[in-house]
């Protein structure tokens, strides 16, 4: 095993789309565990449109990362050496460890990782905060019922992918909205979706309005934007809006502008709740459960695109979130396993 530790740490606040210069690459030693810690080789780490807000510095739902500090992020890696009798040497674990090829922990927030319910990159998709985001951001905020109408935007991505399937196994009908036709292909052929726009290929108010003749219950949104508008102008009494996510903007220089038709929250008595996914942390043994059931049962179909190339790639990798270029869930590969 080499005894060098590479590490992707941030350089500088990026302006706009990160870059090169965002990044640097260190080398230290690979970390011994103390009493209770345990050292973990990172095989894979999540890439997720939330990482953009970690890097600036302004008040948020977590402090930004720190210039010079590990990139933060949740991986899944296993132990090679341990003073910690949970998570014994062998043993496959996810967790906060950042990216770099070698984490400490100390166990607070770990998991120990089925490989016989889902291969790895699975533990940071739908078995990871992409899938307990979908299912509490449509359960809890949504407050999803049978028969509702939803509407997906994102639909391709981690989330959205995930949302639009436990939407239809409760009985809803599920619009997803996506980037090119390929990508809606998948959510109607694939997933279930019941129909699928391509924001690509026109209007997406046109479009919605031939999907949902009669409006939707519930907004599922992880693009804000043009898009978040187009949503509201097609809200049903009593609809109710989640905020997950508004990848449209993240790398915005400028001051995005809100949406202009919010009155029609007023008109349809509906609500726009803004939720973020570590305020059910103490919630996930059941997301985690009702999760699990369904992938056991192959009610709920994953895919994850997974990049190569180690913590070299990380900056190329994180890029194809904001260029659209992936489908499901992206994961980068770290080392060998």
């Known amino acids: ?38 050292t973990v080789k990172v095989n894979y780490v999540s890439l997720d449109p939330a990482m953009r807000g970690w890097l600036d510095d302004v008040k948020s739902y977590v402090p930004p990362v720190a210039i010079g500090e590990v990139m933060r992020t ?14 014994p040497e062998g043993q496959l674990v996810s967790g906060q460890f950042g990216v770099q090829e070698f984490a400490l922990s100390d166990g607070r927030g770990a998991l120990a990782v089925d490989e016989s319910l ?46 639009g399937q436990i939407a239809k196994l409760k009985g809803a009908t599920v619009i997803g909205i996506a980037g090119g036709p390929e990508k809606c292909a998948w959510l109607t ?3 279930g979706f019941d129909a699928a726009i391509d924001y690509k290929a026109g209007s997406v108010g046109k479009a919605l309005r031939a999907a949902a003749p009669d409006g939707i219950d519930i907004y599922f949104d992880n693009v804000g934007g043009e898009i978040l508008d187009a949503a509201l102008g097609r809200l049903r009494k009593n609809a109710r809006v989640a905020l997950c996510g508004a990848i449209s903007g993240y790398n915005a220089t400028d001051p995005q502008p809100g949406p202009s038709r919010y009155l029609s929250l007023l008109v349809n008595r509906a609500s726009m709740t803004g939720f973020i996914v570590f305020d059910y942390l103490d919630r996930f043994p059941e ?32 890029n194809l979130l904001f260029d659209g270029a992936n489908t499901g869930k992206l994961v980068l590969e770290i080392g060998n396993h």
Request: aromatic share 6%; hydrophobic share 40%.
């Open 1 to 38: 095993m080499t005894s060098v530790n590479r590490q992707v740490r941030l350089a500088k606040r990026p302006v706009g789309r990160p870059d090169d210069s965002t990044w640097e690459i260190t080398s230290e030693p690979i970390p011994e565990p103390a009493d209770g810690e345990f």
């Open 74 to 87: 949740h991986a899944v890696g296993r132990v090679v050496a341990s003073k910690n009798a949970k998570f």
């Open 118 to 163: 889902a291969p790895a990159p699975t533990w940071l998709g739908a078995l990871g905060f992409p899938g307990m985001t979908a299912y509490f951001g449509l359960t809890d905020v949504g407050k999803l019922e049978k028969g509702d109408t939803v509407l997906i935007s994102g639909a391709a991505g981690a989330v959205g992918s995930i949302a």
């Open 189 to 191: 052929e694939d997933l």
């Open 287 to 318: 997301g985690m459960e009702a999760m699990s059931e369904w992938i056991r049962a192959g009610e709920i179909v994953t895919r994850e695109q997974v990049e190569t190339g180690g913590v070299e790639a990380f900056g190329r990798t994180l």
